[in-house]
């Protein structure tokens, strides 16, 4: 049973436009979300965080958006360039330290 | 300054043979995690280190995995009797400990069994 679900395998978008990756989750005890960026033959690359007591978090063209009543995050990067083209991983925590990720959706930023 | 490092980045063996696979986690982490990503899929939890005891050991898929931290810093991730579906990229990461501390992913070791 998933409990990080990214429904979008992938998304294509062009340059300077605004990218909108989604993740949904079904784990309440889950209270920190992490979203992190993985080039092939990489390990992940963190990006951003925000933890259950916010609903938003901003760091330049990153903005991370966290709907609790829907179990609802997403992450949008605005705007895209081509080298954001990567998969990108959500991730959960909550009740202990382990990362539960899910599936990764892969952006392809087309110049 | 270094990030987490791994060791081997590729490694084939045939089915039934033992691997051990290294990981150096950033200086001063004390936390430090594994990771198993199949093709396809997110990555997902194996084992946590505190220090050099093991924190959590839930996500072992079976006896045949074991993971040490003898000193608290270098991890070494053990598979015995090797399976074509033990197959798989290995990550580790490291973190300062903290719920709310980041955890930082090695490039990972890249596990074929024949």
């Known amino acids: 049973d998933q409990q990080v679900k990214q429904n979008s395998p992938s998304l294509s978008v062009q340059e300077g436009r605004i990218s909108i990756l989604n993740c949904d989750y079904t784990n309440s005890m889950f209270d920190y979300f992490l979203w992190y960026k993985k080039y092939p033959a990489e390990g992940p690359t963190f990006l951003i965080s925000i933890s259950s007591i916010k609903d938003k978090n901003e760091d330049g063209r990153f903005t991370v958006f966290l709907n609790k009543s829907a179990k609802h995050l997403s992450l949008h990067i605005v705007p895209s360039q081509p080298g954001d083209s990567a998969v990108y991983f959500c991730a959960a925590r909550g009740g202990s330290e382990k990362l539960v990720f899910g599936k990764g959706t892969k952006l392809t930023v087309n110049p | ?114």
């Open chain 2, 1 to 114: 300054g270094a990030g987490v490092s791994q060791t081997p980045s590729n490694k084939v063996t045939e089915k039934g043979k033992y691997v051990e696979l290294r990981c150096d986690p950033i200086s001063g982490h004390t936390a430090l995690y594994w990771y198993r990503q199949s093709l396809g899929q997110g990555p997902e939890f194996l084992i946590y280190f505190q220090g050099t005891g093991a924190a959590d050991d839930s996500g072992l898929p079976n006896d045949r995995f074991f993971a040490v931290r003898p000193e608290g810093s270098v991890s070494t991730l053990k598979i015995q009797r090797t399976e074509r579906g033990d197959s798989a990229v290995y990550l580790c990461a490291s973190s300062s400990g903290g719920r709310s501390e980041t955890q930082y992913f090695g490039p990972g070791t890249r596990l074929l069994v024949l």
